[in-house]
């Protein structure tokens, strides 16, 4: 199985910060990734996938980087609503699809 | 607009079989685009995918827990449903179903469903 490890694992942060969150696969994916935003007692939300590329709706201030094992997701200037825990998971191969164990972006 | 929605019982006995459906509207099953699926979640952990059906019928399913796992699909209903036999406390966890795009993202979720393995 590809691990992916994702660091910090919280993050406290003001409104208006840029906010960067790292994962790291075991193994190259390509860019084979993405990532999803979670809220308190929500479904997971696709925010980017192939590692850069925005899903439809997704507000800008998301952006993704990043190819190989190693990949960012930057949130720039944090909004109340922007809050959550965030997970990234490969698509590279399975099974299975795996995620990082989460980042949790809090108020500072 | 896609709208996925768990269904089946929030409690199971130990040692029992967990039985869940997931009715998918607003769009086809039957879709070759796409992948079906289910992912859980244990209170305040992180995300596991369980498993996966294409529309030909094609399953896929985490090793860990494959020799527990079925996963069927209903095209008629437009469902497809989860079985996790023997189960105990550690599958006690909010289960997921969810479209995934033949690249492999997990692009429409349900709202979940928690589902307590207790006797």
């Known amino acids: 199985d590809i691990q992916m490890t994702q660091s910090p694992s919280s993050v406290s942060a003001s409104v208006g910060d840029r906010v960067t969150i790292t994962c790291r696969a075991s193994?190259?994916?390509?860019?084979?990734l993405a990532w999803y935003q979670q809220k308190p007692g929500q479904a997971p939300k696709l925010l980017i996938y192939a590692a850069s590329s925005s899903q439809s709706g997704v507000p800008s201030r998301f952006s993704g980087s990043g190819s190989g094992t190693d990949f960012t997701l930057t949130i720039s200037g944090l909004q109340p609503e922007d809050f959550a825990t965030y997970y990234c998971q490969q698509a590279n191969s399975f099974p299975p699809w795996t995620f990082g164990q989460g980042t949790k972006v809090e108020v500072k | 607009q896609l709208q996925l929605q768990e269904s089946g019982p929030g409690l199971v006995k130990p040692s029992e079989t967990l039985s869940l459906t997931c009715t998918v509207s607003?769009?086809?099953?039957?879709?070759?685009?796409?992948?079906w699926g289910w992912i859980r979640q244990p209170p305040g952990k992180g995300l596991e995918w369980i498993g996966s059906?294409?529309?030909?019928?094609?399953?896929y399913y985490n090793p860990s827990l494959k020799s527990r796992v079925t996963i069927s699909v209903d095209t008629s209903k437009n469902q497809f449903s989860l079985r996790l036999s023997s189960v105990t406390a550690a599958d006690t966890a909010v289960y997921y179903c969810?479209?995934?795009?033949?690249?492999?993202?997990?692009?429409?979720w349900g709202q979940g469903t928690l589902v307590t393995v207790s006797s």
């Open positions: 193994q190259d994916i390509n860019s084979w």
């Open positions: 607003g769009g086809s099953i039957s879709s070759s685009s796409y992948y």
């Open positions: 059906i294409y529309y030909g019928g094609s399953t």
């Open positions: 969810g479209q995934i795009t033949i690249f492999g993202y997990f692009d429409y």
